[in-house]
């Protein structure tokens, strides 16, 4: 076996060394054998065979994991180090525009009509202040009928200053006003009657003292306190002197107010006839009005009582005095953060008509001894109507009114006067119904707009009209900056169509209605009138400004009373300085 196998293993060897050269040139590959066979082997030699192996793509799975764990609680002890930190300004809001210690302005127009203001204040400090200011306005009567002029001349001055919790403020006045009577009731075109003079002049001075409280803490009593006292003459030596005191004090109970409200008014009226008799008439109501006010979330409700007390001589008859008992009642809910707030209200209430206040009504009127000043009892004023914000540009109020007036004043042409260039007084029962509103636009920049009007009803107790009461009226109001130095305000109101009662016949058709004694009364008819207005500024600089007036543009000859139509379009120019 050993010879058989050996030369086997030659060939082996031999084959193998000779395919390894072969394939050695063939593919650069080298085999080497050394082999012993022991035993009996049977031996198979093949070419090698090498595997390819290449790397597979393994597919990873990705997104996010989710985790859960919950929370272990420790309690630790920290001990806080404080470290004092400088005091810093904070500019939460822009400035405010500087303040001047006052201004002046003054201007002239057609109808010889200048117009001067001045004021003048201290620069404002926490523990208080003072200032004063006067102005002077002239102007011709229209048609020039009459040389007279109407004059308003005033000056006052003032102090503040606070007490603790207290502020008290003090105050001084004079008005000196000169009234023309221009009017005639047959024309316009006819000069007033002259028997009596054109023209009256009062005298108006005063002063108040008020006290304030001011405490944060809403349960604290909170009051407020004023008192006056004025004196008003005019050219005939009447004279008429009038004390006037109001207190309010409130203080908050959980969610409610309470809180209690009064006045007295005292008034002293004398006169001295043409042979030297003087005679006097005094007048005073007294009221008091305790309230509580519940505020629960958007709802506000106030209720309350008026108590009043007419002790006014005239009005009783020489009776004495009358108790009146008005109740108050306010209810209101917000809705939508404001939007929409419907309300509702109860009131009345007493008005004193005294000598000084008939003439800021009408400033033609003619006092004589004979002459009444009832107090007028307003009841049953109820107003049901609905107020609101939908945007900061848009806001609006719509109300619908009744109130009903016992002793209500009227005017009448007087015929002591051929030409009824004066006017007396007449009192009755008289109810008013009204609907209204008012719309307020601020849609653009620097245009401000509104817009209100009002319908009238009146119930006259069979009288033959609501004498000068309108139908209708209506306003607008609109201002608009421009270019950063101009400004325009214009106004425009129409007022609707009025009767006026007279005792002076207006016209050769005119029938008069009622005759008491020798009197006659006749209807004078006002018609519907538009007085528009308009007003341009520039601003020179902060402190310089020149300004424009135009007045009654449409150049409209209405009359406010019978026998009295203003003065046609009139334009002023003038400046202002702030120093």
């Known amino acids: 076996m050993k010879s058989i196998t050996l030369p086997i293993l030659s060939l082996i060897v031999i084959n193998s060394s000779t395919y390894a050269q072969e394939a050695s040139t063939s593919n650069s590959d080298t085999l080497k054998m050394d082999v012993t066979f022991v035993g009996e082997r049977e031996m198979v030699v093949k070419d090698a065979l090498k595997l390819q192996s290449w790397p597979e793509l393994r597919t990873l799975e990705s997104g996010n994991k989710e985790f859960s764990y919950r929370l272990l609680a420790k309690r630790m002890n920290v001990n806080p180090i404080w470290t004092m930190i400088d005091p810093v300004r904070l500019r939460v809001d822009a400035p405010l525009s500087l303040l001047y210690r006052g201004y002046a302005r003054a201007g002239y127009g057609v109808y010889n009509t200048p117009i001067i203001e001045l004021s003048m204040t201290d620069l404002r400090s926490r523990e208080g202040t003072w200032g004063f200011q006067s102005s002077h306005f002239a102007t011709d009567a229209p048609l020039g009928l009459v040389d007279e002029r109407f004059q308003d001349s005033d000056a006052g001055v003032w102090l503040s200053r606070f007490i603790g919790k207290e502020r008290v403020d003090l105050a001084a006045n004079i008005e000196r006003d000169n009234i023309v009577y221009y009017g005639n009731v047959k024309s316009d075109t006819l000069p007033p009657d002259t028997s009596l003079g054109t023209h009256e002049r009062y005298l108006k001075y005063g ?109 009783r008859n020489g009776l004495g005095s009358t108790f009146h008992f008005y109740p108050k009642l306010e209810a209101s809910i917000r809705i939508l953060r404001d939007v929409f707030v419907p309300y509702v209200s109860l009131d009345g209430g007493l008005e004193q008509n005294r000598f000084a206040s008939v003439i800021q009504k009408n400033s033609f009127y003619q006092l004589t001894p004979d002459s009444e000043f009832l107090t007028t009892s307003r009841s049953r004023d109820l107003e049901v109507g609905m107020r609101g914000t939908l945007t900061q540009a848009i806001s609006f109020q719509i109300y619908a009114s009744s109130t009903h007036y016992e002793d209500y004043m ?13 006017f007396s007084t007449i009192y009755d029962t008289l109810g008013v119904k009204e609907i209204g509103g008012y719309l307020t636009l601020d849609l653009f920049n620097n245009l401000n707009l509104r817009v209100a009007g009002s319908l009238f009803t009146y119930d006259t107790n069979g009288l033959e009209a609501a004498w000068n009461l309108p139908s209708t009226k209506w306003s607008i109001d609109a201002r608009y900056e421009f270019l950063e130095k101009f400004s325009i305000d214009a106004s425009v109101q129409i007022m609707g169509s009025r009767q006026a009662i007279t005792q002076i016949k207006p016209s050769a058709e005119s029938v008069a209605f009622q005759q008491i004694g020798d009197v006659y009364y006749y209807n004078a008819d006002l018609p519907s009138y538009i007085d528009a207005n308009i007003g341009v500024e520039y601003r020179y600089n902060r402190r310089t400004s020149v300004w424009m007036k135009l007045s009654n543009i449409t150049n409209s000859n209405y009359r406010q009373w019978a026998g009295y139509s203003v003065q046609g379009f009139q334009a002023m120019l003038g400046a202002s300085y702030a120093f």
């Open 207 to 315: 002063g108040n003292v008020s006290f304030k409280s001011h405490h944060r803490d809403s349960t604290d009593m909170n009051h407020e306190i004023d008192l006056g006292w004025q004196q008003f003459r005019d050219l005939s030596g009447t004279t008429e002197n009038y004390f006037e005191g109001t207190f309010s004090m409130g203080k908050f109970v959980d969610q409610e107010r309470f809180a209690l409200d009064g006045s007295i008014n005292v008034d002293r009226l004398q006169m001295t006839s043409l042979q030297g008799d003087t005679t006097k008439t005094d007048g005073a109501i007294i009221s008091l009005t305790p309230t509580a006010t519940s505020y629960r979330g958007p709802l506000t409700i106030r209720a309350g009582a008026g108590l009043w007390i007419d002790a006014d001589s005239q009005s």
């Open 410 to 422: 009227y005017f009448v042409n007087d015929s002591l006067f051929d030409s009824g260039a004066r």
